[in-house]
């Protein structure tokens, strides 16, 4: 429950001359019964002596102080009693705030009928009225401030302005903001006082009085002692003065009395808000607040061909405006108070034109990864550009480039750009309050573009166009030479292959081995391109040194496991299969791993790649239960199981998990709101048919390998390979063999023995050459650092050899 009253009643709305009662409630919070049920909500313990015996349950009977809410159920509760007497005297102003009512009345006869109504229907609700505190004679003292016949002013205090810490500059403003309505005292008076807020945020900071500041003080002292409000007048309306201030604009709600010997009475101040938190306030909710009307007359500070253009094209105006049914003026008052701004400079019409201008046409562009701020043009049917290097972020960048921009053409100009963002920025910059930004940079940045759009004398049109489209025209053309010159890949022409590959790229981010293989760019190149993409930096290439056994053709083994992608959600399940010849792999995004999701997996994956020999998996639940294996009979597929708790084993499709990870977080900019089973048919599209993995023997992307391998001629066979090895055994570190190569990849190796084709660690293999000496027949002869055989490395039990298998 928030506050009732988010401010104090102003006393200014009370007319002049009318006689006033102010009382005060005695008690009010312990007057206030609470509601038989709620009272045990309202408990309280107290403790006993040294915990002799339980402790003693009490509950209030009445309404705390203290308690959060107790505020707010007061200010109900008076209300309410108050609400009766509000309904019979409509003409009675009646002001109440918490525990004080101030009662006012045009005579004195119906304002002592009224309070004696008042006192009765408050002791109906067991309120009852402090005899001593309730005020007859004028001065009344109320919230503060002291009212008279006429006027208002704020009662006599002793002011403490002694500043040493953040909390006591917070306490001083907090004292200051209450008063300077009535009082005049403007946010540039204040202005040295906000700067003290800055800096450290710790309340007990050191803070110290700048000169400035202690001029502002002394001011304020002085308008706290000196000015005064008027209450207002019965039979003349409301004017709203809106004054055109060197810094920003205020407004006087006040009233125009001519028989006076000053006219002008001042009700009220109205400021904006030192940080604006918004740009616009419309018209009319303050003064309707106040007095529950609206002004009579509003005063404007431009010139008549300001007003007619404003009327004609400002839509904040019009809306502010919008069934206003008073007098709009531009000729304010004859007063010394008006004379002090006369001689504020007042614009004809802003500068920044609806539709575009005759001139010169000018496309800026910036990239926060380059640096770069750009400009280009177009000169007697030429192109020309202009480039400037920055550093920081996108916007600024970007507003860079629009600064220069103003910088170089004083003549009227139109101004194209795909940042809405700096497109929303120059048009509303214009003649506009800034609000002070942490960002020094960026802040800076804005006083340099509001001064370049205020000096200027001609017209200036901006427009927003979306990059990186394929229509055709002078707009779009101009976009893309500036987006083109912001990157450094496109810095000069460059061949239609290259930006294919980039593109490519930016959608799919495959590895550089593929990019060079599918548009056929050198090493330099494509890894450039890889280099160059900020999504891929993260990611670096993971090298495979595992020895899983793995098929000799497509279909015979497959490795199936689960990973987790929290962001997916109740998809984030993910299921992963992979076949061990090819490198093919089928991810579906399930919402558990149950014998369900598991079945339903495998069935995606058997319609896309095709029904396995052998599929291995880790021992959990969903993999061994009697449902699964059911489902794999149906299917005459072999099941089997690694060592428990044991992740190598299951190693190529562990490794998978991490590649699929990383390219979901490649392609994630360009999936933004797409599910998550969409976004996983992009990467398993991008990893099956546009990679091509780092350790594969064949340089063909994994899809194409599996179904090539379906053919006779495409498996490895084994009778056909006359390539010996000799394989050191991991048990006795002895060499054995020679036996044949039926594979090898980095870091593994296949080989034909007796017992069947056995995988092992390519540190293991060494080829067999033939024998340099003949009288040794008990040591194998295998080749040395030059290719040949060396007589004294024979007898080693690890000889040097050639490494050509691990490249």
Not at 82 to 92: D, H, K, M, N, T
Not at 439 to 459: G, I, P
Not at 736 to 755: D, F, H, K, N
Request: aromatic share 8%; proline share 6%; hydrophobic share 40%.
């Amino acid at each position: 429950m928030g506050a009732l009253q988010p401010g104090l009643p102003s006393p200014t709305m009370i007319p002049a001359n009318w006689p006033i009662i102010v009382m005060d409630l005695k008690d009010c919070f312990f007057t206030i019964p609470l509601v038989a049920q709620d009272c045990p909500r309202f408990a309280f313990s107290v403790p006993s002596i040294n915990n002799s015996e339980p402790m003693q349950r009490y509950h209030w009977t009445v309404l705390p102080q203290g308690m959060k809410n107790s505020p707010t159920i007061c200010q109900i509760y008076v209300a309410r009693a108050l609400s009766g007497v509000r309904e019979q005297y409509p003409q009675i102003l009646i002001y109440h705030y918490m525990d004080d009512i101030l009662i006012a009345g045009a005579s004195v006869d119906n304002l002592q009928l009224v309070v004696k109504d008042t006192v009765q229907a408050l002791q109906k609700f067991g309120l009852q009225v402090a005899p001593e505190k309730v005020q007859k004679e004028l001065p009344w003292h109320y919230l503060g401030w002291k009212i008279m016949e006429h006027a208002v002013e704020p009662q006599r205090v002793a002011l403490k302005w002694e500043v040493s810490t953040l909390n006591d500059v917070q306490r001083i403003l907090g004292a200051i903001n209450w008063v300077r309505p009535l009082l005049g005292i403007t946010n540039d008076t204040l202005q040295p006082l906000f700067d003290l807020l800055r800096g450290d945020p710790a309340l007990d900071s050191k803070r110290i009085l700048t000169p400035e500041a202690k001029e502002a003080l002394a001011h304020i002292e002085q308008a706290i002692q000196s000015r005064q409000a008027h209450c207002v007048h019965d039979g003349y309306g409301l004017q709203l003065y809106i004054i055109n201030a060197i810094t920003q604009p205020l407004a006087l709600l006040g009233q125009w009395v001519a028989t006076n010997n000053d006219p002008l009475l001042l009700i009220e101040w109205v400021f904006l808000p030192y940080q604006p938190v918004k740009t616009i306030t419309t018209r009319g909710g303050n003064e309707v607040q106040l007095r529950g009307e609206e002004v009579h007359t509003i005063y404007i500070p431009l010139t008549k061909e300001h007003l007619d253009w404003s009327l004609a094209n400002s839509i904040p105006l019009q809306t502010a405006l919008l069934g206003y049914g008073g007098t709009l003026s531009i000729h304010m008052p004859a007063h010394k108070l008006f004379m002090a701004f006369k001689d504020i400079e007042i614009v004809a019409r802003p500068r920044c034109s609806p539709v575009p201008v005759s001139g010169i046409t000018v496309f800026t562009n910036g990239s926060g990864k380059t640096g770069r701020a750009v400009i280009v043009w177009k000169e007697e049917e030429h192109w020309k550009e202009e480039i400037h290097v920055v550093q920081g972020t996108p916007q600024i960048v970007e507003l860079v480039a629009v600064i220069k921009a103003f910088q170089r053409w004083s003549e009227p100009l139109n101004i194209v750009t795909d940042s809405q963002y700096v497109c929303g920025v120059v048009q509303r910059l214009e003649k506009a309050w800034l609000k002070h930004v942490n960002n020094e940079q960026l802040f800076s940045l804005f006083k340099q573009l509001w001064y370049e759009l205020n000096r200027r004398q001609n017209d200036f049109y901006v427009l927003h166009t979306r990059s990186h489209t394929n229509l055709p025209g002078f707009i779009v053309e101009g976009n893309r030479r500036a987006d083109r010159l912001t990157a450094p890949v496109w810095a000069t022409p460059v061949p239609q292959t290259i930006k294919q590959a980039q593109l490519s790229h930016e959608f799919f981010h495959q590895s550089a081995k593929a990019l060079r293989k599918q548009f056929g760019l050198s090493w330099d190149t494509a890894r450039a391109i890889v280099r160059a993409c900020p999504d891929c930096q993260p990611f670096a290439a993971v090298r495979q040194t595992g020895v899983n056994p793995r098929g000799l053709y497509a279909l015979q083994l497959w490795q199936t496991d689960v990973t987790h992608i929290a962001e997916f959600g109740r998809q984030k399940w993910v299921h992963v299969s992979i076949d061990t010849y090819s490198g093919a792999l089928r991810a579906t995004a399930e919402s558990g791993e149950k014998a369900k999701d598991v079945i339903r997996h495998w069935t995606a994956a058997f319609a896309a790649l095709g029904v396995p020999s052998t599929i291995k998996t880790d021992n959990g639940p969903g993999y061994i239960s009697q449902k699964t294996q059911r489902f794999l009979q149906l299917w005459g597929v072999v099941h089997v199981t690694g060592i428990p708790h044991s992740p190598q084993g299951q190693a190529i499709v562990e490794r998978s998990h991490q590649t699929l990870k990383h390219m979901l977080e490649k392609q994630k900019g360009g999936m933004v709101g797409e599910s998550p089973q969409v976004r996983l048919w992009k990467t398993v599209y991008t990893l099956n048919y546009l990679d091509i993995r780092e350790a594969a023997v064949e340089q063909r992307p994994p899809i194409v390998r599996h179904f090539l391998s379906f053919g006779s001629t495409d498996r490895i066979d084994v009778s056909s390979k006359d390539v010996k090895v000799w394989v050191r055994s991991l048990q006795s570190g002895q060499w054995e063999g020679p036996y044949t190569l039926i594979t090898w990849g980095r870091g593994y190796a296949c080989v034909s023995t007796e017992q069947g084709p056995r995988w092992i660690p390519a540190r293991c293999v060494r080829p067999a050459l033939e024998k340099a000496n003949h009288e040794d027949t008990d040591k194998p002869a295998v080749a040395n650092d030059m290719g040949t055989a060396d007589a004294d490395d024979r007898n080693s039990s690890e000889p040097h050899v050639n490494d050509s298998l691990e490249q």
